[in-house]
Nanobody, 121 residues
Framework: EVQLVESGGGLVQAGGSLRLSCAAS????????IGWFRQAPGKEREGISC????????YYADSMKGRFTASSDNANNTVYLQMNSLKPEDAAVYYC??????????????WGQGTQVTVSS
């Protein structure tokens, strides 16, 4: 069974940093792509990044380049999202997702429960 568990969210002041984790189980990182997304209240879900071991690449949405960095620890089946210089508008529930294949992924079948990020001004 594919499972994804996010952690690391919380309250941070504007300008601060957070690192989110996505612990994955039930599948091999060799075969799956992992994406990060976020959704703020009343807004559509936004894609942040896609990482796939098969091609060794991490791809970012244009609007997310620069302050967000995704990385993976393949030995521990964990993907991270480092977020720097956070702004109040970055506040959202952040999700990781997994799908068989390599980036880019059109649709993800497996989702974590999300972790809340709150940024105070």
């Amino acid at each position: 069974e594919v499972q994804l568990v996010e952690s690391g969210g919380g309250l941070v002041q504007a300008g601060g940093s957070l690192r989110l984790s996505c612990a994955a189980s039930g599948f091999s990182f060799d075969d799956y792509a992992i994406g990060w997304f976020r959704q703020a209240p009343g807004k559509e879900r936004e894609g942040i990044s896609c990482t796939s071991k098969s091609d060794g690449g991490t791809y970012y949405a244009d609007s997310m380049k620069g302050r967000f960095t995704a990385s993976s620890d393949n030995a521990n089946n964990t993907v991270y999202l480092q977020m720097n210089s956070l702004k109040p508008e970055d506040a959202a529930v952040y999700y990781c997702a997994a799908e068989l294949g390599s980036c880019p992924i059109l649709g993800y079948d497996y989702w974590g429960q999300g972790t809340q990020v709150t940024v105070s001004s």
